[in-house]
């Protein structure tokens, strides 16, 4: 068994009313391995009480499942002998509405763009891989959004 830890930081800034619901979500997200991220709610959330330079919870979900599938992805590239030079990848999570006063990040869509030196795997080699990647992938199998690999 692994385990993981973060430390989430917030406080009341001078001059917020936290009663009436005028404060900054703003607040920092220290991991274990001592980096901290300046965090806060989304702006498509709490609007103008969102530090719209942070990282908010939502895109630090999408970024996990792209970040995890990209990590499980070239290990098993590794394994299967091709040689990858480089991985990128635009992520996009949706947040909708799943009844009445509750949302989710339902789908969440990865596009990777792999460069390869020497042999590069065929289309159904590619979508094999890849459906092994999502199929291992630690944060995929911990939540219920749909990932699709495009």
């Known amino acids: 068994m692994a385990k ?3 430390d ?13 619901g005028r404060y ?9 391995g001592g980096v901290t991220v300046p965090a806060s709610a989304s702006p498509h959330v709490v609007g103008k009480w969102a530090v719209a330079s942070a990282v908010d919870p939502e895109e630090m979900l999408v970024a996990a ?25 635009h992520a996009e999570g949706v947040m909708e509405e799943i009844a009445p006063g509750r949302q ?5 869509t990865l596009r990777p763009e792999i460069a390869w030196s020497g042999e590069a795997p065929n ?7 890849h459906h092994e990647a999502h ?16």
């Open 4 to 6: 993981y830890t973060a």
């Open 8 to 20: 989430v930081v917030w406080m009341l800034a001078p001059g917020d009313d936290f009663r009436s």
């Open 24 to 32: 900054s979500r703003g607040h920092s997200v220290n991991f274990d």
């Open 65 to 89: 499942l792209s970040n995890c599938h990209m990590l499980t992805f070239l290990h098993l590239a590794r394994l299967a002998g091709f040689s990858v030079t480089s991985y990128r990848d």
């Open 104 to 108: 989710a990040v339902t789908h969440v």
């Open 123 to 129: 289309a159904a080699r590619l979508a094999q891989l």
């Open 135 to 150: 199929e291992t992938c630690f944060i995929a199998n911990s939540v219920k959004t749909e990932v699709t690999i495009c």
